[in-house]
T-cell receptor, first 110, second 113 residues
Framework: GQQLNQSPQSMFIQEGEDVSMNCTSSSIFNTWLWYKQDPGEGPVLLIALYKAGELTSNGRLTAQFGITRKDSFLNISASIPSDVGIYFCAGPAGTYKYIFGTGTRLKVLA | NAGVTQTPKFQVLKTGQSMTLQCAQDMNHNSMYWYRQDPGMGLRLIYYSASEGTTDKGEVPDGYNVSRLKKQNFLLGLESAAPSQTSVYFC????????????FGPGTRLTVL
């Protein structure tokens, strides 16, 4: 079946640093989604991407839809302590069905 | 607006016991979902409901049943709990206009002994 692999699995960074993470799929997607899960909460949608090559920003977050349509990237600039959490990529696996990646756990050191 | 609410927040069961996890949304969304989250596995879809009265299996439906009798409620049942069902369960909902934007509840942490 379809799989989404996220890299890195976890990362510690210093406050103020930029962060990059990526997600790769075994099949082509026509939509890429990035969610963030705060500790003890449910995921919240950050960014949605709809076509290859698209670059979309949400504040300090920027996501890109890969040209091959099998990958996507998320960058966080000037990280702050509240950026801590798990970041998930997701994509459609059929009508109403979405699959989620394994997540990148981000920890920010003040 | 409360958004998506889930009850209970925590639950401990013994193997073989049954229970129902409840989910409610007040956004008038057509679609609702149940996921489970296990360490290192991300979120996996158990069941979903495209609209009131309809349900379909997701990736990991075995051992679960669901009910969507009212548009605002989606129930997840465990008929005979097993330790492998220890997990955090999330309910989500979405509108037909933006099906990819799923709104998640706060989760139910279930432990099966």
């Amino acid at each position: 079946g379809q799989q989404l692999n996220q890299s890195p699995q976890s990362m510690f960074i210093q406050e103020g640093e930029d962060v990059s993470m990526n997600c790769t799929s075994s099949s082509i997607f026509n939509t890429w989604l990035w969610y963030k899960q705060d500790p003890g909460e449910g995921p919240v949608l950050l960014i949605a991407l709809y076509k290859a090559g698209e670059l979309t920003s949400n504040g300090r977050l920027t996501a890109q839809f890969g040209i091959t349509r099998k990958d996507s990237f998320l960058n966080i600039s000037a990280s702050i302590p509240s950026d801590v959490g798990i970041y998930f990529c997701a994509g459609p696996a059929g009508t109403y069905k979405y699959i989620f990646g394994t997540g990148t756990r981000l920890k920010v050191l003040a | 607006n409360a958004g998506v609410t889930q009850t209970p927040k925590f639950q401990v069961l013994k193997t073989g016991q049954s229970m129902t996890l409840q989910c409610a949304q007040d956004m008038n969304h057509n679609s609702m979902y149940w996921y489970r989250q296990d360490p290192g596995m991300g979120l996996r879809l158990i069941y979903y409901s495209a609209s009131e009265g309809t349900t379909d299996k997701g990736e990991v439906p075995d051992g679960y049943n669901v009910s969507r009798l009212k548009k605002q409620n989606f129930l997840l049942g465990l008929e005979s709990a097993a330790p492998s069902q220890t997990s955090v369960y999330f309910c989500a909902s979405s509108s037909p206009q933006f099906p990819w934007e799923q709104f998640f509840g706060p989760g139910t942490r279930l432990t099966v002994l």
